[in-house]
Each structure stands twice: as structure tokens, then as C-alpha cells.
């Protein structure tokens, strides 16, 4: 250390922490932990709020989310929609997006969502695209409500993966519950 040390280094700035360097580290370091480390996190902090799930779910959840966290907390943090049903809803995309139309489209799909024999993420997508032909829409005039209504927020992860998670009857509630609650909005 002595041999590779030299004064000329030493500049007069002082030394600065770079936090966005060091969560991109704590990024790339989660990635490589395995499966099922953050599954057992996970398991742990559901414990925390009064949540259980079984091994396939909690498995989803995380390959879902793995690539999109930066600390193992996150999983429960961006999680939580899986596990809970959003108990109050963006208001601000809610008066953007939201509308009878949207609403009575929401309606109609998820009456056929009870006609999927394999409820997963290409049938439901595949569902999705059929349903919206039907009617002459594109994607981005019903998929903001969809996601409204499945988690609360404007943004997040594969909507159509979320719903795999949730499952047939929850997914349907959820609708079911945005639409009544969002009734008032324009």
C-alpha cells in the first residue's frame, strides 16, 4: 500500500457519495440472489401484514418483480397490490382516464374473462386484443383503467401478469369494485 500510494492523487475536492451508483450496485446485486431468498423474504414481511401465500404465487410475485426492485423491501412495497385490493385509487389519472365507456368496457371484459378455460397472461392478453377489435379501440384507450382498477395506480408491471397472479375471481372483483366506486368520476 505504501509502494502504490502517491500524493499527486489527492485532489482538493472533497470525496462524494453517489447514492443512485450505489443503489444501481444493490440492484445488480438482488438480481443474483437466488429465487428463493427473496421468496423467503417476501413470506416474511407477508407475515408482517397479516398476509399469506402459497409457493407457486409467492414464486410469481417475485420473478415478476425482481428486475424491477433496488432493495429486497421493495418486494413487498411494489408487491403489496398482489395481496391486497387497492383501497383508494389515483384520483388525478381516475378524472384523466376513467370514463362510462372505459367502465362499460371493464364490464364486458371481465364477463368473458369467465368464458378463459386457461386463465394465464397470453389468454388473457390474447382476450384483451379480441374484446378491444370488437369495438374498434386501441390499447391505450382502455389499458390505464384496466391497471385503475387492478392496483390503484397509474403504472407498475405487466398488467396483464398481475392479473395472472390475481386470478380469475379476484381480478373480476376488482373491476367489479373499481366500477361501482369509480361511478362518479366524469
Known amino acids: 500500500l505504501i509502494e502504490a500510494f502517491s500524493l499527486d492523487r489527492i485532489v482538493k475536492s472533497g470525496a462524494k457519495f453517489d447514492i443512485s451508483k450505489a443503489q444501481w450496485f444493490n440492484q445488480q446485486y438482488i438480481r443474483e440472489l ?81 368464458t378463459l378455460k386457461v386463465f394465464d397472461s397470453d389468454h388473457l392478453h390474447q382476450l384483451l386484443k379480441e374484446q378491444l377489435e370488437a369495438v374498434s379501440w386501441g390499447f391505450g384507450k382502455v389499458m390505464p383503467s384496466l391497471r385503475l382498477a387492478l392496483t390503484g395506480e397509474g403504472r407498475g408491471p405487466d398488467l396483464m401478469k398481475i392479473m395472472e397472479i390475481l386470478g380469475k375471481d379476484e381480478t373480476g372483483d376488482r373491476i367489479s369494485w373499481a366500477v361501482e366506486k369509480l361511478a362518479h368520476i366524469n
Open 34 to 114: 437466488p429465487v428463493s431468498e427473496l421468496e423467503n423474504h417476501l413470506r416474511e414481511k407477508l407475515k408482517d401484514h397479516g398476509h399469506d401465500a402459497n409457493d407457486e404465487k409467492l414464486k410469481a410475485v417475485v420473478n415478476l418483480l425482481a428486475e424491477r426492485i433496488t432493495f429486497a423491501d421493495d418486494l413487498w412495497q411494489q408487491g403489496k397490490i398482489l395481496f391486497e385490493a387497492p383501497a383508494q385509487y389515483d384520483m388525478a389519472l381516475a378524472q384523466k382516464k376513467w370514463n362510462p365507456e372505459a367502465a362499460e368496457f371493464l364490464q364486458n371484459y371481465q364477463k368473458a374473462l369467465d
